[in-house]
């Protein structure tokens, strides 16, 4: 798939690699959603082809794409990679929500082979904030003392969530949205959608293409659009709390919790358009920058219910109290 917003970070790291000044270990991070994963497996490639390649605006990567380091990274059979993520667990189909130590001791069992056929060893690690204490520490030992011609790549949507020895050891590539014009003309291209459409699976998307496309292909961003209606409708009339409560506890609570979080930051956003000069003695500016610190309170209310979720305390209720919150902003 064509990211052409990730030209910059191909472009950087095209030209250490050609310049044989590569690093032995890069932390990728960023939002979900920008193609952290394709560019990683595309700097995980180029570090294995071959014959490297200069050319990277055209969305095909860093790599030729024919030798044979090439074609067998695309078979999934390349001798000289390693992708750990998250497996099942023991006698289930489901996966483990963390790495696990055992994992990387194999990984760094296997980086310590000779070579098969390309002139270094490549290890991806996705997501990296997913490694256990004791995974990370024995990561951390690898990042520390280097084993012959290795390179780690670490992709995170959370690096905060990595220790500051680990981050400091790797090269940081942290990757940002795009701008609005070149999302919007992508992911119309993309997905065939109208502008409005466009703009509006962006916004639930947070700015993330990728995301957008996901929610568009899933028919989501009606729900998305229920939300901001039912937002609209608690600001107006404080008695719309009851039924706008029935429909959204409806939806899937990580979802909503996030779009909850998406829509107070917007509106706390468009409170700074308010002509602050306005009124007498300025009452203007002071409802609007108490509206700002209670939008800013509710999108951090939004956020934390988020985390949540996965306790005991009764959702419906925080729900219910998010909403009364907001329906009057600026009445204290």
């Known amino acids: 798939m064509n990211l052409p917003w990730l030209d910059d970070a191909r472009r950087q790291f095209s030209q250490q690699l050609l310049a044989g000044r590569q690093p032995h270990a890069v932390l990728i991070s960023g939002p979900a959603g920008l193609g952290k994963l394709q560019l990683a497996q595309e700097m995980a490639v180029a570090l294995l082809c071959l014959n490297p390649s200069a050319e990277v605006g055209n969305g095909t990567g860093m790599a030729c794409g024919q030798c044979r380091s090439c074609t067998l990274f695309a078979g999934g059979a390349h001798p000289d990679f ?7 667990k023991d ?9 696990v130590i055992d994992q990387v001791r194999e990984l760094i069992s296997s980086m310590q082979l000779t070579n098969g056929l390309s002139p270094r060893k490549v290890a991806l690690i996705h997501p990296a904030e997913a490694m256990n204490r004791n995974a990370a520490n024995a990561i951390l030992k690898t990042l520390e003392e280097p084993v012959g011609e290795v390179v780690l790549l670490l992709v995170s949507n959370d690096a905060s969530r990595l ?4 981050r400091s050891r790797c090269q940081s590539l942290q990757l940002r949205p795009p701008a609005a014009t070149e999302a919007l003309h992508w992911l119309q291209q993309r997905a065939g959608v109208s502008r409005d459409e466009a703009v509006l699976a962006l916004q639930a998307a947070a700015s ?3 995301q957008a496309v996901l929610l568009l292909q899933q028919g989501r961003v009606d729900e998305f659009r229920q939300v901001l209606e039912s937002l609209q409708q608690i600001s107006r009339d404080v008695e719309a709390v009851a039924p706008a409560y029935d429909q959204l506890i409806k939806l899937d609570p990580n979802e909503l919790w996030n779009w909850l979080a998406i829509a107070s930051a917007e509106k706390m956003r468009s409170c700074y358009g308010v ?5 007498k003695n300025g009452s203007a500016g002071k409802v609007s920058a108490r509206a700002v610190r209670q939008y800013a309170d509710l999108h951090r209310l939004a956020n934390r219910n988020r985390r949540l979720l996965s306790t005991a305390l009764r959702k419906d ?3 219910r109290d998010w909403l009364i919150q907001w329906a009057s902003p600026t009445s204290s």
Request: avoid cysteine; charged fraction near 20%.
């Open 82 to 88: 390693r992708f750990v993520s998250f497996i099942p």
């Open 91 to 99: 006698r289930s189909e489901e996966l483990r929500t963390v790495i």
């Open 163 to 166: 220790s500051a020895t680990i």
């Open 208 to 210: 993330s293409p990728l």
């Open 275 to 279: 002509d602050h000069g306005a009124g």
């Open 317 to 319: 209720l925080l729900l």
